[in-house]
């Protein structure tokens, strides 16, 4: 189970009808294939299915984007280390015996 959270906007929500549309058109020229005798073969109806897609995609890319969620994973910059303060050098017996 993913923990991400998914993308409501207008966009996101038209591209994820895709599927549905693509299956409700196929099956209805499946249907018409089997009504019409077997006239209405593959040949006749993928111009069909490439509207479907490219309506659908269009629809998409007109629909708002507003509150919009990037789902893809971020890529982490590598944070550089930490640099400590720099402390000047001590010299053990300095002040001593001079």
């Known amino acids: 189970m993913s923990t991400q ?12 009808m895709m599927g ?4 409700i058109v196929l ?3 499946f249907l018409l294939h089997q009504v ?15 509207l479907v897609i490219g309506l659908v ?3 998409s890319s007109l629909a708002s984007r507003d509150g919009h969620v990037d ?10 280390p930490a640099v400590p ?8 017996y300095s002040g001593q015996g001079q």
């Open 20 to 23: 549905p549309a693509l299956l």
């Open 85 to 92: 303060p720099s402390v000047p050098p001590q010299r053990p």
């Open 57 to 59: 995609l269009l629809a």
């Open 27 to 29: 099956g209805i020229l």
């Open 5 to 16: 959270a998914r993308c409501r906007c207008q966009s996101c929500m038209i591209r994820g």
């Open 71 to 80: 789902t893809a994973p971020a890529i982490a910059t590598p944070v550089p």
């Open 36 to 50: 019409r005798g077997g006239r209405l073969g593959f040949d006749n109806t993928w111009p069909i299915i490439l």
